[in-house]
């Protein structure tokens, strides 16, 4: 994945003490080797509980197809996350000590809060709360804030479903949030850091996402359940940030997925081949800035199995 997120509410009237306390995890965490053992555990049988699953083996297989990072190993277990690295020298407790001083950065993060104080008043919040966050440069950030009585709509920056009462601050110190310009994919060329004032670089470059395949690769795959399923992906070496104002892959979505008559869909139901057709982007990089997968999933018939040809032929006429 290319992100993570906390988020939760607490009663207006606690909402600076939550805030204290969120703070005080992201900027000065215990990581105590205990609570690392324990949360170890409990990935490891989120991974267990996953094993028996054709959606979570096919995830993994489509990242198998790609180039590191993105072929890592998407979960993790007690081998990999503890024994492995144990038995190699490694202290996890203070690897995860170092991956947070890297990774959990003032520079990085991006926060949005909703509540019925003044914007003053939450900024001022804010910005106590995560002063104390790692940074290299402690780089300016960018705030924007806006109460819903100005405007009506009951949502500014992309953060929506804010109360009349409410007023909200965004603070992103990687572009401007109200620009999609400056939040858009850098070269690919870009190194690991970014010069003070420009864009920081996406986790994963386009030119690292993808293997060094000359052509379409088709994978055929022995689930556990019965299943008849066709996905069809395609590589976009840009992220949603770019164009985000018109979305053209979700314009193409539509035009490739609706069930009208003259339709994909329309076409190969009437043959008995398929049972649905949805067309989107991939869920777990949903959020890349750099790249996408934009993908066709059918579930076929019987007979759309033994006709796959003609069911993939069909797509790339649609």
Same mark, same amino acid.
């Given at each position: 994945m290319v992100h993570t997120k906390y988020h939760f509410k607490v009663h207006h009237s606690a909402l600076q003490g939550a805030l204290q306390r969120f703070g005080a995890m992201l900027s000065s965490p215990l990581i105590a080797p205990d609570n690392a053992a324990r949360e170890v555990e409990n990935v490891h049988a989120e991974y267990s509980r996953n094993t028996n699953s054709d959606g979570r083996k !096919?995830?993994?297989?489509?990242?198998s197809l790609c180039e590191a990072p993105y072929s890592n190993f998407s979960t993790g277990s007690i081998n990999t996350l503890?024994?492995?690295? #144990? *038995?190699? @020298?490694?202290d996890v407790p203070a690897a995860l000590k170092d991956l947070w001083g890297q990774s959990y950065r003032s520079d990085a993060t991006c926060v949005a809060v909703v509540g019925p104080q003044d914007p003053e008043v939450l900024l001022q919040w804010v910005q106590e709360t995560f002063q104390d966050m790692p940074s290299p440069g402690k780089p300016e950030s960018i705030v924007d804030s806006a109460s819903s009585q100005s405007n009506g709509t009951g949502a500014t920056s @992309?953060?929506?479903d804010v109360s009349q009462n409410s007023s909200c601050i965004l603070i992103s110190t990687e572009g401007d949030p109200t620009n999609p310009a400056s939040l858009s994919a850098p070269a690919a060329d870009s190194g690991s850091g970014a010069a003070a004032g420009s864009v920081a670089v996406h986790r994963y470059p386009v030119d690292v996402v993808v293997c060094g395949c000359s052509g379409p690769n088709l994978v055929c795959v022995s689930p556990q359940r019965d299943l008849r399923e066709l996905e069809v992906s395609w590589y976009i070496p840009q992220g949603m940030m770019r164009h985000s104002s018109t979305k053209p892959w979700s314009w193409a979505a539509h035009l490739l997925g609706h069930e009208g008559v003259g339709s994909v869909a329309h076409l190969l139901k009437a043959q008995g081949l398929v049972q649905n !057709?949805?067309? @989107? #982007? @991939? *869920?777990?990089v949903r959020l890349a800035r750099g790249w996408m997968f934009w993908r066709v999933q059918v579930s076929l018939t019987r007979a759309g199995e033994d006709a796959l040809g003609h069911v993939l032929a069909t797509i790339y006429r649609g």
């Open positions: !096919l995830l993994q297989l489509r990242r503890w024994q492995q690295p #144990t *038995d190699n @020298g490694v @992309g953060v929506a !057709l949805s067309v @989107g #982007t @991939g *869920d777990e």
